[in-house]
């Protein structure tokens, strides 16, 4: 039995080998298959995926998650390793355990109850779980798997997960039916990494083909150049602390960067739906020249140098601006303890603050800083930090500035002038701090333009009457209700100048403003999807208050 479980686990070694490392091509085999997952087996061994062994790829065997966790870091040429001391089910001679360590550095596993099953058969939702983290798939909507016959039969806490991958058009499911709890054939899965991926890049070169799909690189010291990519971009970990540069690239979906420490150079590239930065490894270092970005979200270290007009910080990480200019920057809650250090020839117009216990410092320039969290300290000369009511431990300077307070901090950074702010709406009761807007994201990806509501403005249905306090002033804001047939919004356009985390809002008395997305790059038009649909005979009610002064505006909107 000994003898046979040492043998098992070679072969099972044996048939996760890159291809590359055996030169081995199709015709090695004499199981390979001449189906309808030829092509995709095909380019599953070209691309270094799945090897075979004893002259056998077996296509029908099914997954286990060290074999997932096997090709998946392969995918991504990852090398870094995470500590599993915290599972008790890795042994460190297993042939899995690099494999799963890496997995977990690249935070595509996770485990629970300090497992992580390796031996187990991996289920289709957890699969396609795994591959929505890596390539950083924005969460669908659960009422996407209502098409398939066993859509409820997804677990809660992947729903968002396949239904991405379904939005996408990555997997379609047989007859009806997504099978999320069976098992995945080797054949199968190989098939969903072919659509999930138009081409490898896995050396050092130039590449100037258009790319019809996702383009991963994983490999440090290669030069895109003046093509077009029909899908997102990864720069994966196996770019490591090398860098990669962007010459002319246009991007029609987003840029995610999982690795770079050395430089992600962009020179006149156009990316339509942003970056994001979720590099597990180390601080990475991008440099942006004459190139439209979108909004730059950021999960962990970053050094930029070069002009981004909105960054989004939404985990906790250090970020460093050595030059350029930004103009929006916000930190979201959940990214509580960041750092942001801006250079002397750096500048960032407005900073708005909805974590706590985040520092601002630096030479550099910052305008201001909108403070709607608590112990929150700003260094930086001659910016002007304003306190939202309720929060507590603001400093300026050095000088504390209360809520409801403004501190203009002097040319040396060391000190500030504070005063009141004049409110002219009803103060937020005293200690409540306002809400600090969540951790969202512009949506995009996954919606194509049909499925975007029409936002053009135009008075609602409503009276529009707002708060109907007579004399005090009002919120300039629109609010609509958008149905589609498939689905129906409330779609909401803020003031000018203005995006979502400088409000709260209610629908219908619920807090709604964490949920919201973005249907403009800017963030000042948002929407809202009823999950349920609505009473088309009901009547709406939006509550919008600006969080710096407490102005309230409400708007009354019928469907029909």
């Known amino acids: 039995m000994k003898r046979k479980n040492t043998m098992a686990m070679v072969l099972a070694t044996m048939m996760l080998l890159p291809a590359s490392a055996l030169a081995i ?54 090398s870094a390793v ?14 899995y355990y690099q494999d799963m360590a890496k997995a977990v550095q690249m935070g595509v596993f996770q485990g629970a109850d300090g497992k992580l099953l390796p031996s187990n058969r991996i289920t289709r939702e957890e699969a396609f779980a795994v591959l929505a983290r890596a390539f950083d798939l924005e969460d669908g909507s659960a009422s996407t ?14 729903q968002g997960a396949v239904a991405a991958l379904v939005e996408n058009g990555y997997i379609s499911g047989a007859d009806g039916r997504l099978n999320p709890k069976a098992g995945i054939t080797r054949a199968e899965f190989a098939q969903v990494m072919c659509n999930l991926v138009g081409l490898y890049v896995s050396t050092p070169e130039t590449v100037t083909q258009a790319v019809d799909g996702n383009l991963v690189v994983r490999e440090a010291g290669v030069t895109l150049q003046g093509l077009t990519i029909d899908g997102d971009l990864i720069l994966a970990d196996g770019i490591g602390a090398g860098g990669v540069m962007l010459d002319g690239v246009t991007i029609h979906g987003k840029l995610v960067v999982r690795g770079g420490a050395d430089a992600v150079q962009m020179t ?7 970056i994001t930065l979720t590099n597990p490894n180390a601080v990475t270092h991008i440099v942006a020249q004459d190139s439209q970005t ?48 801006v250079a002397e020839n750096a500048e960032i117009s407005q900073i708005t603050i909805d974590a706590d216990g985040v520092r601002v410092d630096g030479k550099g320039t910052v305008k201001t800083v909108q403070a709607n969290a608590d112990e929150i300290a700003v260094t930086t000369p001659n910016t002007e930090v304003t306190a939202a009511i309720g929060t507590h431990g603001i400093t300026a300077g050095g000088q504390d500035v209360q809520g409801g307070q403004m501190g203009k901090i002097n040319a040396n950074g060391t000190d500030a002038k ?22 969202r994201r512009p949506s995009g990806g996954s919606s194509s333009d049909d499925d975007q509501p029409d936002t053009s403005p135009e008075e609602p249905d409503g009276d529009g009457s707002g708060s109907g306090d007579g004399d005090k002033p009002e919120l300039a804001c629109t609010a609509q209700c958008i149905d589609l047939n498939y689905a129906q919004y409330i779609v909401i356009e803020l003031e000018q100048g203005t995006t979502l985390s400088d409000y709260t809002i209610q629908i219908d008395g619920m807090t709604v403003d964490a ?19 609505w009473d088309l005979d009901s009547v709406h009610t939006v509550a919008i208050t600006r969080i710096i002064d407490g102005t309230m505006q409400t708007i009354d909107i019928p469907v029909s």
Request: glycine fraction near 10%; charged fraction near 25%.
């Open 25 to 78: 091509s199709p015709t090695d085999f004499s199981d390979f298959p001449n189906n309808w997952s030829a092509q995709a087996m095909t380019r599953a061994v070209q691309d270094g995926l799945l090897s075979g062994a004893n002259g056998k790829i077996n296509p029908n065997g099914q997954l286990t998650r060290a074999e997932m966790a096997a090709i998946i870091s392969r995918a991504f040429g990852a």
């Open 82 to 95: 995470a500590s599993l001391e915290g599972y008790i089910d890795v042994p460190q001679d297993a042939w």
């Open 145 to 158: 798997l209502q098409a398939f016959s066993d859509g409820s039969a997804v677990s809660l806490w992947a």
């Open 268 to 274: 006149g590239c156009t990316i339509a739906d942003g």
């Open 294 to 341: 979108g909004v730059l979200e950021v999960r962990s270290g970053l050094t930029l140098e070069g002009d981004i007009s909105e960054i989004e910080i939404t985990q906790t990480a250090a970020v460093t601006v050595r030059r350029g200019t930004v103009e929006q920057m916000t930190v979201r809650e959940a990214a509580e303890d960041s750092t942001i250090m």
């Open 418 to 439: 504070v005063t009141d702010i004049e409110i002219e709406e009803e103060e937020t009761p005293k200690g409540s701090k306002p809400s600090s807007g969540g951790n």
């Open 515 to 533: 949920v919201l997305r973005a249907v403009d790059d800017h963030g000042r038009i948002v929407k809202w999807e009823l999950e349920n649909g």
